[in-house]
């Protein structure tokens, strides 16, 4: 079974700018988490779409957005880039069930860097 | 006081030996827990999950929970020089979420 796939691997932006990530999840999950790792912060939860709907939320700005598609896949979005989102952007998929067991399974990252 | 505490090492450990990470957090109604391994550069691997109380193993591997505690553990035995990472515990409150909450990871140095 392939892995979480996320695009692309490494962006440079902006300040000011806005991106877009994307994320596959492993073929049978409909949960689809999104999470940044900084060195200060270390890893934090952004949000979860599971069936095209956000489920849960973290404590970002507005400026974090995200959107699940019927087929499972999710993007997130950040406008007006900050110099502090410059970080490890991480997707992780689960499933079938979403229950207590169920572990999530990290994607290899997308690396924004923010100039 | 943070919601999932682990001690952030480094911890060095000669080959062989059995190397011991920790971690505590404060929800007592968290459900399950999970142990990442993260190597510098890359995104993070699942080593195992526990959710009932007591020993898990897998391999290598053996994750303790007691629930009663609120501390998870994980130990590596005979480690090995490829074990050198960060371990990352995370812990889900609920059911029904993707929402890990996670320490701040503990880097392990196991020295040939």
């Known amino acids: 079974k392939a892995g979480v796939t996320q695009t692309p691997r490494y962006l440079i932006k902006t300040r000011g700018q806005q991106v877009t990530l994307s994320c596959s999840p492993i073929?049978?999950?409909?949960?689809v988490s999104w999470y940044q790792q900084t060195p200060g912060q270390g890893l934090q939860f952004l949000f979860e779409?599971?069936?095209?709907?956000?489920?849960n939320k973290g404590n970002f700005p507005g400026r974090f957005s995200g959107r699940q598609f019927s087929n499972s896949r999710s993007e997130m979005n950040v406008s007006t880039l900050e110099l502090g989102d410059s970080a490890l952007y991480l997707c992780?998929?689960?499933?079938?069930?979403?229950?207590?067991?169920?572990?999530?399974?990290f994607g290899n990252g997308t690396r924004l860097t923010v100039t | 006081q943070k919601e999932v505490e682990q001690n952030s090492g480094p911890l060095s450990v000669p080959e062989g030996a059995i190397a011991s990470l920790n971690c505590t957090y404060s929800?007592?109604?968290?459900?399950?827990f999970f142990w990442y391994r993260q190597y510098s550069g890359k995104s993070p691997e699942l080593i195992m999950f526990?959710?009932?109380?007591g020993d898990k193993e897998d391999g290598r591997f053996t994750a303790q929970l007691n629930k009663a505690s609120q501390y998870v553990s994980l130990l590596i035995r005979d480690s090995q020089p490829s074990d050198s990472a960060t371990y990352l515990c995370?812990?889900?409150?609920?059911?029904?979420?993707?929402?890990?909450?996670f320490g701040q990871g503990t880097t392990l140095q196991v020295k040939p």
């Open positions: 929800d007592r109604g968290s459900q399950s």
């Open positions: 073929s049978g999950h409909r949960s």
């Open positions: 992780a998929s689960s499933g079938p069930g979403t229950g207590h067991t169920s572990p999530l399974h």
């Open positions: 779409y599971f069936s095209e709907t956000q489920r």
């Open positions: 995370a812990v889900k409150t609920s059911s029904n979420t993707g929402k890990l909450i």
């Open positions: 526990i959710y009932s109380n």
